[in-house]
């Protein structure tokens, strides 16, 4: 079956410091990938996407690029603000039809705490 | 503005009653879907619907129900037999498409007392 493994936390960083967030998965076809983020107490909202491979998605300063070969989507960051602290979620879809029509496959999650 | 509507943001239920939290869209989507989520764990499937009047059960549906009369609602009735129900519930929408992203709401916390 499907799966996603994102790396332990939480991880705690200094404002302006760089962020790496990892990602790996399992999936059978060709999945699309996803990350989300959730501030506290809220729903999740959509980061960044990536639906074939090398595709490189970004927002907010924010990107992952989908890496078939290594079965990774590592979510990074050049200067993280205060403002970004979250949970941060990999998932992926596979585009199938089916009983798996649109269903995502989460990680667990990465808690993320900047200080200033 | 076009969203996910859900309500109520927080919610006490006593053992052994029956509760139905309340989904709402206004984004002309096809697709709802109901995900649990769980202290240091990802989110879980309960149940989704592709279109109206039809549902399918997701991962963990055992002491769930929903219904779909209406294409902009989907109610998740959390019954009694479900054994631990104390967790945050959200709901999602996406388009006819599988290829479409799903957007969530803003949830709704669950306490069993």
């Known amino acids: 079956g499907n799966s996603v493994t994102q790396m332990e936390g939480p991880v705690t960083l200094s404002e302006e410091a760089f962020l790496t967030i990892n990602c790996t998965y399992t999936?059978?076809?060709?999945?699309?990938l996803f990350w989300y983020v959730q501030y506290p107490g809220e729903g999740l909202q959509l980061l960044l996407k990536a639906t074939k491979a090398d595709d490189k998605g970004s927002n907010k300063g924010f990107e992952a690029t989908y890496r078939k070969e290594t079965t990774s989507f590592h979510l990074e960051k050049g200067s993280v603000q205060v403002s970004d602290s979250a949970v941060y979620f990999c998932?992926?879809?596979?585009?199938?039809?089916?009983?798996?029509?649109?269903?995502?496959?989460f990680g667990q999650g990465t808690i993320l705490t900047v200080h200033p | 503005d076009g969203g996910i509507t859900q309500s109520p943001k927080y919610l006490f239920r006593k053992e052994g009653q029956n509760v139905t939290l309340s989904c709402e869209q206004n984004?002309?989507?096809?697709?709802m879907y109901w995900y649990r989520q769980d202290p240091g764990q990802g989110l879980r499937l309960i149940y989704y619907?592709?279109?109206?009047?039809?549902?399918q059960k997701g991962d963990i549906a055992e002491g769930y129900s929903v219904s779909r009369e209406k294409k902009e609602s989907f109610p998740l009735t959390v019954t009694s037999a479900q054994k631990n129900p104390t967790a945050f519930y959200l709901c999602?929408?996406?388009?006819?498409?599988?290829?479409?992203?799903?957007?969530f709401g803003p949830g709704t916390r669950l306490t069993v007392l």
């Open positions: 999602a929408s996406s388009g006819s498409t599988s290829t479409d992203t799903q957007y």
């Open positions: 999936a059978t076809g060709y999945p699309s």
């Open positions: 619907s592709q279109i109206v009047n039809d549902f």
């Open positions: 998932a992926l879809r596979t585009n199938a039809g089916g009983t798996s029509y649109g269903k995502l496959t």
């Open positions: 984004l002309n989507h096809d697709a």
